[in-house]
């Protein structure tokens, strides 16, 4: 082990419940050096950062820090090695000010046990300018940039004495020039023999940015390279790897005419400039990385948020701008990406759920007419399989597949003319995953416009007729389903 | 995770739902025993019936409280639109001698009071905890401002004296208005759309956003149903007391809500039924009750009320974070 | 260096009140001289006195009550413990005829409600709204059950007890007054200055963020549970002088003044914002249109409702910002 070595990890492995996030990983980070970790979502990232985080505890292998084998078993563990883990949702006090969140562990004090606030600004002061930030220590962080916030986190790990800093994404809310701007400080902490974790999906910043790449797929590790032996498309190989095994079972074709038609659709924080066309019978896929505005796009469709410029037409019919009740009396119906947050009344049974906005079909006057209801509720239970010990289940019992197939019965249940399904398969096993295509593809057989957002490139390649790409609020590529390859789709989506 | 895991923990977690309502019950029996125990006074018709007329009001505010708190919301400001209602209701039929225009203009406040704090909630944006303190504030202040005095009966007329102090039959009139109201609304919470909409709006706000329910009108007319009930308590209150005075109903919010929550419904919202209001709110009043007959102080009612209150939403949130815990497994 | 020179361009005052508090002092000048117009008797020395000795009151319980909103918690229970404190105070005094030991038997009572306030939020992990709104009523079924509605007067000639409601340094100056002010500059001090009143706006602020970086997020808003029911003591033993007994019906509607005027003086409900001079002033601010009203003769029952619109409109306001953040 040379002496530059800073943090070796040898045989890491964890797992959660029905998911084995991380098998048997190794990486060695050297001293002055910046080191990506790439892999797709769901690849183990986030993971094997939370554990250096001390958030989670790793079920196996060895964490040796500066030569020491060490135990991370809480975030005070870590912080008190050295290790600082910037992640995307930063940690800092909104109303305090920048000085104050950069020596919240430890004020300096006075002799009097008082604040010693000159100290104080004056030290944050010289470490935000070491880093070529000029920002008053006196502001609150709040009324800060993102990009500023996140020297914040920084400046705090110096004050720390930090010897490992992991950037978790950190690029996905700057601009250009505030991504530059970052670089450059990366670099001056290089020549503070500081490491750097370099946590991305965005393969340009890689290679301009990053000394050595590790590449992860599925939990495992599957490459570990200097940058100047290997290029883009080797990484990419790496990343994606897997065969595209055609366990998507396509039975629907041909497409009926245009039933949803997004003219320049933009809002306020993200979308721009969006059009779409999808025709009935047709499964279109959204493609992109995280922060690219799918959920947005599935969620201004649908009228939950607030469009500042476009139109949306459903048959040749606008919708009402930002009336849910109006999208689904037009035949519209959104499956969210976090089922458990916006989709299920965890508390109401399998029935309810699945009737709830078709629910006056089952009444008359106002009055619901169980029989009726459970009759249709079973229909659908049988028809997708869910596993469930009775209708009258509440839905928190059921696993997240069948939670997932209670939203979609939901649906499916309303006679839909079209229908949003963002992220559909987060978070479950295969074989549920393997029936939730199935299901797709019957929705487009019945003559549906499906709207499939993914992250995931197998389901992506497997599930759609045609392929749309977004990447940072903007439509950068469109792809037929023979046309498309996974790295012209990748190359698309960190355009 | 299997079907065996689940299947226990629906027993398990029904039961516990099912449990609560039969434990309520259980407790309800206890407490009755225990008191006619202390004195054989209580389980004669006479003070049953008195039991059951004193609890018709909190009862009658119960139903709309219960359907409030099921979407989320709450509204304390009840105890002095009570005190309101009866001064104006009373003051109106001094005025006009007709008894039918005074219980419309105590609904009728109702009504717009309900509205006010539906908006305060929907439009302003207004935690419905503060805003309804708030408008508990304001209501008895302007009480105070509509008549210092407590508003003597000048009308004397016997429709007026029947709503709170007449029979039908052997049953008291109060008794009577709160059945028909307590069926009815049962009815609509546990058979109709309505109710349903409910439930899904307390539940999840979102899920319910998007499968079309217009989730803000429901929170709306939610709160101008519990006003308009509450109203119709303050109707029956007036009726019985006589006069219509302004420092009536300090303290009826508290009772009501604690009653409510005892029976089950969470603070969260989503959950609750009108049968565990119904024995909640009973629960209490016959504790009230035995406090009278047993000759204690009463004093007591109040401080057993806002214990039973901690009490209660200790309970609640031991059952959120059970719940929490089974989600995240 | 751009900013360094931005930093000497603003004023004085906004420096050192902040943006939102600097809004705050125009309203209470142009309150102030409305008044002052209104009546000939407004800015006269007694009445600034009065005005100095009635806000002395709640300007006590409200800086405990800020401190404890700050760091994310409420305690609503404060006006019924003006009632049930001042019962030991008088209890003993008439017994012992020491105002001291009144003083250290209500003190004592307070703090061990904050303890039980404190327990029951941060050990049972109940909503502290509802727990103090279920306090409010059993401190005061409690006041009512000891006294049997009867207030009980000072028996005890206790010179002390009755100066410090009423007694005024030079005929001008109420000692509450002089209470006061010490309370309110130690608290500002420590609030803006001590490891301790940064913590709790880092509590109030981000508890999650707050307990990563290693502080003891329980342990601080306990110490605001019982600082801010020892402070609301204080209060009720300026209230008990002033009143001469333990009355039963003493604080009611007192949390909501307090509310209210913490809420206008820049203190948020979601906590971690707001300062102890911001709520001074929201303090001043109500005492002075509380003052200057009874000088125009208005109905006392007004103040309920101006109290409660203020309420909504504040806290409208409050969600406002925090929707434009």
Not at chain 2, 142 to 160: D, P, R, T
Request: charged letters at 15%; proline letters at 2%; a positive charge.
């Amino acid at each position: 082990m040379g002496d530059d070595v800073l943090l070796q990890i040898e045989g890491i492995s964890k797992e959660f419940p029905g998911v084995k996030a991380l098998d048997d990983v190794d990486l060695t980070i050297r001293k002055g050096m910046v080191h990506a970790l790439v892999g797709e979502n769901g690849a183990g990232k986030s993971t094997l950062i939370k554990i250096l985080a001390g958030v989670y505890n790793r079920d196996a292998g060895e964490i040796i820090f500066e030569k020491r084998p060490v135990i991370i078993h809480s975030p005070a563990d870590s912080l008190g090695l050295g290790i600082k883990v910037v992640f995307q949702e930063l940690a800092l006090i909104p109303h305090m000010t920048v000085a104050e969140n950069v020596f919240l562990e430890s004020f300096p004090l006075k002799k009097n046990k008082v604040i010693d606030w000159e100290t104080m600004s004056k030290k944050t002061a010289e470490i935000l300018l070491s880093i070529g930030l000029s920002i008053n220590p006196k502001d609150k962080v709040y009324k800060l940039t993102v990009s500023q916030q996140q020297m914040v986190e920084i400046a705090r790990a110096l004050s720390h004495e930090a010897k490992l800093i992991v950037m978790d994404e950190p690029t996905s809310a700057l601009t250009p020039k505030e991504i530059k701007f970052l670089f450059d400080v990366l670099r001056k902490l290089k020549t503070l023999d500081i490491g750097i974790l370099y946590v991305t999906h965005k393969l340009e910043e890689v290679f301009e940015l990053c000394d050595r790449v590790t590449v992860l797929r599925d939990g495992k590790l599957i490459s570990s390279n200097n940058i100047n032996e290997t290029n883009t498309d080797e990484v990419v190989k790496d990343m994606v790897g897997r065969s595209i095994k055609t366990l998507f079972p396509r039975t629907h074709t041909g497409k009926g005419n245009v039933v949803l038609r997004v003219e320049n659709l933009s809002t306020e924080k993200k979308l721009k400039d969006v059009t779409l066309t999808v025709h009935a019978g047709e499964v279109i896929g959204i493609f992109g990385l995280l922060g690219a505005g799918r959920t947005e796009l599935a969620k201004a469709i649908f009228g939950l948020d607030a469009i500042t410029s476009g139109k949306i037409l459903i048959d040749g019919h606008e919708l009402k701008v930002g009336s849910t009740s109006h999208s689904t009396k037009m035949g519209l119906g959104l499956l969210t990406e976090d089922r458990k947050e916006e989709g299920l009344v965890l508390q109401m049974s399998v029935a309810q759920n699945i009737t709830l906005p078709s629910i006056r079909e089952f009444s008359s006057f106002g009055v619901i007419r169980r029989k009726l209801e459970a009759r249709h509720a079973n229909e659908f239970v049988q028809k997708l399989r869910i596993k469930t010990p009775s209708l009258r289940q509440k839905v928190m019992f059921l696993s997240g597949g069948n939670q997932q197939k209670v939203l979609l019965a939901r649906w499916l249940m309303k006679k839909l003319k079209v229908i949003i399904l963002d992220e559909p398969t987060r978070g479950i096993d295969v074989g549920a995953k393997a029936e939730i295509h199935r299901l797709i593809d019957e929705l487009a057989k019945a003559g549906l416009a499906v709207i499939v957002m993914t992250s995931e490139m197998p389901e992506l390649l497997g599930v759609s007729d045609h392929i749309v790409v977004m990447s940072n609020g903007r439509v950068t590529g469109g792809f037929e389903k023979n046309s498309a390859t996974q790295e012209s789709i990748l190359a698309a989506a960190i355009a | 995770m299997g079907i065996l895991g689940q299947i226990k923990r629906e027993r398990i977690f029904g039961k516990l739902v099912l449990f609560n309502e039969i434990i309520l019950v259980v407790v309800l029996i206890i407490i009755s025993i225990a008191i006619s125990i202390g004195t054989p006074k209580f389980y004669s018709t006479t003070n049953i019936l008195n039991i059951l007329r004193d609890s018709s009001m909190a009862i009658i505010a119960g139903i709309g409280m219960t359907m409030l708190l099921i979407t989320g919301e709450v509204d304390l400001s009840i105890g002095s639109l009570v005190a309101f209602v009866g001064v104006v209701t009373m003051d109106i039929i001094n005025r006009t001698m007709n008894v039918g225009l005074g219980v419309l203009a105590g609904m009728g406040l109702g009504a717009v009071v309900g509205l006010v704090n539906g908006l305060v909630r929907t439009k302003l944006k207004v935690n419905s905890l503060i805003g309804t303190i708030a408008m508990m504030m304001i209501l008895r202040g302007m009480v105070y401002i509509y008549s210092i005095a407590a508003i003597q009966n000048y009308h004397q007329l016997g429709a007026f004296y029947e709503i709170g102090n007449g029979y039908v039959g052997f049953m008291p009139i109060p008794i009577v208005i709160m059945l028909v109201l307590y069926f009815v609304f049962l009815f609509i919470v546990t058979r109709s759309v309505m109710g349903r909409h409910l439930y899904a709006t307390g539940g999840n706000y979102t899920a319910a956003k998007i499968s079309g329910i217009k989730v803000d009108n429901l929170k709306l007319l939610t709160f101008m149903m519990t006003s308009i009930l509450a109203s119709i308590s303050g109707i029956i209150l007036v009726s019985r007391m006589n006069s219509g005075q302004p420092n009536a109903g300090v303290g009826f919010e508290l009772s009501v809500i604690a009653g409510v929550i005892l029976g089950g419904t969470s603070l969260g919202g989503g959950e609750g039924t009108l049968i565990g209001t119904l024995i909640g709110v009973l629960i209490l009043r016959i504790i009230n009750n035995g406090i009278i007959i047993l000759r204690w102080n009463q004093d007591l009612q109040i401080v057993i009320s806002g214990i039973v209150i901690i009490i209660a939403v200790y309970i609640d949130s031991m059952r959120k974070v059970a719940r929490a815990k089974i989600i995240t497994t | 260096m751009e900013q360094k020179i931005e930093n000497n361009r603003i004023s004085i005052i906004r420096r050192i009140f902040g943006v939102s508090e600097f809004g705050l002092l125009v309203s209470l000048v142009i309150i102030f001289t409305f008044f002052s117009i209104s009546s000939k008797y407004f800015f006269t020395v007694k009445n600034i006195s009065n005005i100095l000795g009635q806000i002395s009151l709640p300007l006590i319980a409200a800086v405990g009550f800020s401190i404890l909103l700050i760091s994310g918690e409420v305690d609503i229970s404060i006006g019924s413990l003006q009632a049930v404190v001042a019962l030991p105070l008088l209890i003993i005094m008439n017994a012992t005829g020491s105002f001291l030991l009144g003083v250290l038997a209500a003190l004592l009572l307070g703090a061990t409600i904050g303890i039980i306030n404190g327990l029951l939020v941060t050990k049972l992990k109940i909503n502290s709204l509802i727990t103090t709104l279920g306090m409010y009523y059993t401190l005061r079924g409690t006041v009512y059950l000891i006294t049997k509605k009867v207030a009980i007067a000072d028996d005890s000639g206790s010179e002390i007890f009755f100066l410090i409601g009423n007694g005024k340094l030079y005929h001008f100056l109420p000692y509450s007054a002089i209470l006061m002010f010490v309370i309110l500059l130690f608290f500002i001090y420590i609030m803006k200055n001590t490891t301790y009143g940064r913590r709790i706006y880092a509590v109030g602020g981000n508890a999650e963020v707050a307990r990563v970086m290693g502080i003891n997020v329980e342990k601080i808003k306990f110490s605001a549970f019982i600082l801010c029911s020892t402070l609301a003591s204080m209060s009720a033993i300026l209230l008990a002088s002033r009143l001469g007994s333990a009355n039963h019906l003493a604080g009611q509607g007192f949390e909501f003044q307090v509310v209210a005027a913490v809420i206008l003086g820049g203190v948020s409900l979601s906590g971690g914002i707001g300062t102890l001079l911001g709520a001074f002033v929201g303090v001043f601010i109500i005492g002075i249109i509380q003052n200057g009203l009874g000088m125009m003769n208005v109905y006392t029952m007004w103040q309920l409702i101006i109290t409660g619109s203020i309420i909504i409109m504040a806290v409208a306001i409050d969600e406002l910002k925090k929707r434009h953040e």
